[in-house]
């Protein structure tokens, strides 16, 4: 049965940093590009960063370029955002989503994602 599950939010100060994990199962983990999307309160979710199935074709929305990192390890299932310089406008609920159908080597983007995790909330405050 296919999980995903996000960890590593919580509560940061501004400028601070952190990790999400987006641990998968039930799945073979190398068939799907992924996305990390977020979702503030009173917003629409927004597509935050990508990363296809090889790993090396990365994409980022504009507000978070130079600030945050994705990576993936298909030996252990698990994607990762890196989360540098956060800002209160980061706050947010932060998932990750898979998206099956692409080639190995084929870029990756925010539209047809077919699971999706929980989410893992992310506040930055002081």
């Known amino acids: 049965q296919l999980q995903l599950v996000e960890s590593g939010g919580g509560l940061v100060q501004p400028g601070g940093s952190l990790r999400l994990s987006c641990a998968a199962s039930?799945?073979?983990?190398?068939?799907?590009?992924i996305g990390w999307f977020r979702q503030a309160p009173g917003k629409e979710r927004e597509g935050v960063s990508c990363?296809?199935?090889?790993?090396?074709?990365?994409k980022y929305a504009d507000s978070v370029k130079g600030r945050f990192t994705v990576s993936r390890d298909n030996a252990k299932n698990t994607v990762y955002l890196q989360m540098n310089s956060l800002q209160p406008e980061d706050t947010a609920v932060y998932y990750c989503?898979?998206?099956?159908?692409?080639?190995?080597?084929?870029?990756?983007?925010?539209?047809?994602?077919?699971?999706w995790g929980k989410g893992t909330l992310v506040t930055v405050s002081s």
């Open positions: 989503a898979l998206r099956g159908g692409t080639n190995w080597f084929e870029e990756c983007d925010y539209y047809g994602m077919e699971y």
């Open positions: 039930g799945i073979t983990f190398d068939y799907y590009a």
């Open positions: 990363i296809n199935r090889a790993g090396g074709i990365t």
